[in-house]
């Protein structure tokens, strides 16, 4: 049986929700400030502009759902500001009309974890400015689960790649010019392992989130196929694409330089020790509960690489 199902924000992780509800049969309306449509999103999918800041707008782009999506963030430089009454804005919405409330995170919560393996169990010990911000931002959404308040689930995924993903460490910067021929530019350390989330993975796990009730109330780890390192993966996409693999690292130093003209590149940098140290994310719990693995990258890459070409296709340099 076919329900409403709402999701703030139009992005990458936004855009995968979708295609797992659609995939679903699910009727989904989609929201974001402008209310105009991207071009990768369906006329089936209904479209609502406005200001999720705003509680009175958050409870009527709401309206008769049974699942709310939180994929909306504001600018990366902005988050400790913005984040939090976003999010508040949001969960109330979803309280309003009574909806299951499934909200896509990171890791930045668990702070250094000096390359030991994360699970749901690692300590929540953030030491950075973002992750204090997720973590404030977790907590905030458990107590209002437990006070009954909303049902929620957490949604946690590492870097992710894939169709629509441009602004990512395994985005624009690599892939763009792996596909003109050029070096990847990627960041950190290339040969440590990294584990890496596929943005459609990341989607559907957050719908299997919101169809089982022993899922509320938790985080969890979506599923992520075998961890690379960085220098590995990329090497699938150059062979994917037809091209000899080159690549190199930018450093602490060199990101610090970077975001003196990029505020995107400033706030990479205190998020360096992902990159310096080996990152790797245990989701074997998800699998376990829910039977859902991460795609093989292989797989992964060639639908990424696909929609590359045709975005490069649609915007010519």
């Known amino acids: 049986m076919s329900e409403t199902h709402v ?26 400030r402008s209310g105009k449509r991207p ?20 409870r009527q782009a709401a309206r008769g759902a049974a699942v ?3 994929c909306a963030q504001p600018p990366y430089h902005q988050w400790s500001e913005k984040f939090p009454p976003l999010q508040a804005a949001i969960l109330e919405g979803a309280a309003a009309n009574q909806a299951r ?36 931002m977790s907590e905030a959404l458990l107590a209002a689960h437990r006070s009954g308040r909303v049902q929620v689930a957490l949604a946690r995924g590492a870097d992710f790649y894939g169709p629509g993903v441009l602004e990512s460490t395994m985005g624009e910067r690599a892939i763009l010019p792996a596909l003109q021929g050029k070096s990847a530019s990627l960041v950190g350390k290339p040969d440590l392992p990294h584990t890496y989330t596929y943005i459609n993975d990341f989607g559907k796990a957050m719908v299997i989130l919101g169809q089982h009730e022993e899922a509320l109330g938790q985080a969890w780890h979506v599923p992520n196929p075998p961890t690379l390192t960085q220098r590995e993966l990329m090497t699938l996409f150059f062979q994917e694409i037809g091209r000899p693999p080159k690549m190199s ?25 992902e990159f310096e140290q080996p990152f790797n994310v245990d989701s074997s719990r998800f699998t376990r ?18 929609w590359y070409r045709r975005w490069t296709a649609a915007h010519p340099s």
Do not use: W
């Open 289 to 306: 509960a829910f039977g859902m693995q991460g795609t093989p990258h292989q797989e992964a890459v060639k639908a990424t690489v696909a």
């Open 7 to 32: 999701i703030f924000g139009s992005g990458p992780l936004a855009q995968a929700v979708m295609r797992a509800l659609l995939q679903d049969g699910q009727a989904v309306r989609m929201i974001n």
């Open 101 to 136: 409330l499934i909200v896509g995170e990171n890791l930045y919560m668990y702070g250094d974890t000096h390359g030991t393996p994360m699970t749901e169990s690692t300590p929540v010990q953030p030491h950075t400015r973002k992750g204090k911000t997720r973590a404030q």
């Open 249 to 273: 690292g930018m450093g602490k130093t060199m990101m610090a330089i970077g975001g003196l003209f990029v505020s995107g590149a400033r706030e990479t940098v205190e998020m360096m020790y």
């Open 68 to 70: 709310v999506y939180q």
């Open 39 to 58: 071009a990768d999103v369906p006329e089936q999918v209904e479209m609502l502009g406005g200001d999720a800041y705003s509680t009175d707008f958050t």
